[in-house]
T-cell receptor, first 116, second 113 residues
Framework: ETGVTQTPRHLVMGMTNKKSLKCEQHLGHNAMYWYKQSAKKPLELMFVYSLEERVENNSVPSRFSPECPNSSHLFLHLHTLQPEDSALYLC???????????????FGNGTRLTVT | DAKTTQPPSMDCAEGRAANLPCNHSTISGNEYVYWYRQIHSQGPQYIIHGLKNNETNEMASLIITEDRKSSTLILPHATLRDTAVYYCIVPSIGSSNTGKLIFGQGTTLQVKP
């Protein structure tokens, strides 16, 4: 149990489907993140939410749409994806205290997405 | 982010200490050094972080040089379950002061029986 739970663990979807990834954190943190990890590549930061406001969007295509309804939940809505979007999608949370100190990120175990 | 440099891979015998180096010569005075690891098919796991002084917790020790340009993560008694990719990261401060972790390729540590 990592304190950050992601569902589903595995997802196969066609290019015309619409699906959503869910992340829930039980750590009382105020910041949440989406990362993408493609095969043989480093983790890529996609979105950052702090206090439920999006503060970072790393040039992610619009077919990925994040939603953060409260500080404990984060969604990633997917539509008209491409096969190259197949990857491990990781959610993380942290306590954003501002200043130069960055509290450690706690990651979930990810959703393995395959786009056919 | 301050750039970090790690060897791509290392081997360690089970039961021995694993010493993983990291160079971060462009680190600023108020930037922390973080270590994470990722075991296959799992999310990254936080290990330890430090600013200037050496740090120790139940997982590992972190030794930071006096000039802060390099550090070493020490796993005192490596086990087979410590086989993983280890990431050394010096995060930048975003406009909202929310730390952003930029992951590199890390060091793949193989613990052998």
């Amino acid at each position: 149990e990592t304190g950050v739970t992601q569902t589903p663990r595995h997802l196969v979807m066609g290019m015309t489907n619409k699906k959503s990834l869910k992340c829930e954190q039980h750590l009382g943190h105020n910041a949440m993140y989406w990362y993408k990890q493609s095969a043989k590549k480093p983790l890529e930061l996609m979105f950052v939410y702090s206090l439920e406001e999006r503060v970072e969007n790393n040039s992610v295509p619009s077919r990925f749409s994040p939603e953060c309804p409260n500080s404990s939940h984060l969604f990633l809505h997917l539509h008209t994806l491409q096969p190259e979007d197949s990857a491990l999608y990781l959610c993380a949370s942290s306590q954003d205290r501002g200043g130069s100190y960055n509290s450690p990120l706690h990651f979930g175990n990810g959703t393995r997405l395959t786009v056919t | 982010d301050a750039k970090t440099t790690q060897p791509p891979s290392m081997d360690c015998a089970e039961g021995r200490a694993a010493n993983l180096p990291c160079n971060h010569s462009t680190i600023s005075g108020n930037e922390y050094v973080y270590w994470y690891r990722q075991i296959h098919s799992q999310g990254p796991q936080y290990i330890i972080h430090g600013l200037k002084n050496n740090e120790t917790n139940e997982m590992a020790s972190l030794i930071i040089t006096e000039d802060r340009k390099s550090s070493t993560l020490i796993l005192p008694h490596a086990t087979l379950r410590d086989t993983a990719v280890y990431y050394c990261i010096v995060p930048s401060i975003g406009s909202s002061n929310t730390g952003k972790l930029i992951f590199g390729q890390g060091t793949t540590l193989q613990v052998k029986p």
